[in-house]
């Protein structure tokens, strides 16, 4: 039966009052991600295949004598991005944080805790090339799923599209090169009714079958806009090279404060309207897009890495994410 990392804190605690000579505790941090199975069938071991995170150890509390000090609270999620660079904070480009449902006893002297987090069939697509672990959720505010046609219009072929999908269940298909503009909703997103600034994230998934499709000196332009009755005015505007895409899924992320070019008032805590422009070359040009969102950092990095060699996790597959906690 699951042991709770308090029951399993406790335990320690108690092992400690009477163990004089163990005076502190440190935390050893360590990740394995495993496909379509719990990690807990697995037997417990150091993996050799795991890598060390940038700060492997921190320190949970330190005893002097019976007066027990936490230094920070336990992390209760498990983050994955696309960036680098981590600031100290916050990843560099995270892709979804998902909660820490697992915690287990793994040692045969309970000084041995294993957590876990499942990414689901669904979410946390992408390719991951760092790894945190979180003391506090992320404030996200889904703009449209895209799984449903809803308020959405093409000036080309738009439909749903279940197959070559992303994020959830669905996204939004447009085949066609009779305009410029794929996309466009107004009025119809979900209003965040958060302030977003700084360093917080706009970002989606934007699909292309065959860059070669597209006029290598364009650009795709993105607008979001508070405007729920036009994207032309009230609007910011962020803009992606043709050239700098690749063919299939690119994930596009950018700081708010980054865009391109503005207009009249917009907030983003108001955003309603969307538009997606392309130049393209060919009447078999797909697109498509997918997990459009506001993203704000919030919670505690309690421990973050850099991959070696990056994760791919592909929609409809099951990953997990766990680390041994290692009382000495």
Not at 119 to 147: F, P, S
Not at 227 to 232: A, N, V
């Amino acid at each position: 039966m699951p042991l709770t990392l308090e029951d399993f804190l406790s335990k320690v605690y108690d092992r400690t009052q009477r163990t004089t000579a163990q005076t502190q505790h440190r935390a050893v941090l360590r990740w394995q991600s495993i496909e379509s199975t719990s990690p807990f069938e697995y037997p417990f071991k150091w993996a050799a295949s795991a890598e060390s995170w940038s700060s492997s150890e921190h320190a949970l509390w330190s005893a002097s004598g019976t007066a027990y000090h936490w230094a920070m609270p336990y992390p209760t999620y498990v983050a994955c991005g696309a960036g680098t660079a981590a600031n100290g904070s916050a990843l560099g480009d995270e892709i979804e944080r998902f909660i820490v449902p697992w915690k287990r006893d793994l040692g045969a002297d309970e000084m041995i805790v294993r957590i876990a987090g499942e990414a689901k069939r669904q979410e946390a697509v992408g390719t991951w090339n760092e790894l945190g672990v979180y003391y506090g959720n992320a404030t996200i505010a889904m703009l449209d799923n895209c799984v449903e046609l809803g308020s959405w219009v093409s000036e080309n072929t738009l439909t749903l599209d279940t197959v070559t999908v992303r994020h959830g269940p669905g996204c939004l298909r447009s085949q066609g090169d009779d305009s410029i503009v794929s996309f466009r909703n107004i009025g119809g997103l979900d209003s965040p009714g958060v302030a977003f600034s700084g360093e917080d994230r706009f970002q989606m998934w934007y699909y292309v079958n065959d860059t070669a499709y597209l006029d290598s000196g364009e650009e795709v332009v993105i607008r979001v806009g508070s405007s729920p009755i036009s994207i032309e005015t009230d609007y910011y505007e962020f803009r992606v090279p043709h050239a700098s895409l690749a063919s299939g899924w690119n994930w596009l992320s950018w700081a708010v404060g980054d865009y391109d070019a503005s207009d009249g008032l917009p907030d983003y805590s108001t955003i309603v309207s969307f538009r997606l422009q392309s130049w393209k070359l060919s009447s078999s040009i797909i697109e498509r897009i997918d997990k459009i969102r506001l993203f704000k950092h919030a919670g505690t990095l309690w421990g973050y890495h850099a991959l070696g060699t990056a994760i791919e996790k592909e929609w409809g597959e099951t990953k997990w994410v766990y680390w041994d906690i290692q009382f000495e």
